[in-house]
Nanobody, 114 residues
Framework: QMYVEESGGGLVQSGGSLRLTCRTTGIRSNLYHMGWYRQAPGKEREMVASIFGDKVDYADSVQGRVTISKDNVNHVLYLPMGSLPPDDTAVYYC?????????WGQGTRVTVPS
């Protein structure tokens, strides 16, 4: 069975920090694209940060506050986040793709009270 699973979400005060982790299970292929997406209440899912080969992209709203990184040996994806504002409240999803499959995790909820 192949899947990805997120962890690290929770309740954090405005201005605080946390680190999201995405672990893979059963995936042995080259995951050439991995990234973090989020969906806030009443909004569409959006890209937060992604790694495609050697190319890293960030949403404008998180630029400078997050740093995506990937352990290529163990296929683990990290997203440390800092200076969190209430607008970062959302369910955060890990996404991974190889040449045949696309994987989505179940999501981890991040709540930043206003």
């Amino acid at each position: 069975q192949m899947y990805v699973e997120e962890s690290g979400g929770g309740l954090v005060q405005s201005g605080g920090s946390l680190r999201l982790t995405c672990r893979t299970t059963g995936i042995r292929s080259n995951l050439y694209h991995m990234g973090w997406y989020r969906q806030a209440p009443g909004k569409e899912r959006e890209m937060v940060a992604s790694i495609f080969g050697d190319k890293v992209d960030y949403a404008d709203s998180v630029q400078g506050r997050v740093t995506i990184s990937k352990d290529n040996v163990n296929h683990v994806l990290y997203l440390p986040m800092g200076s969190l504002p209430p607008d970062d409240t959302a369910v955060y999803y890990c996404h991974a793709r190889d040449s045949l499959n696309t994987f989505w995790g179940q999501g981890t909820r991040v709540t930043v009270p206003s």
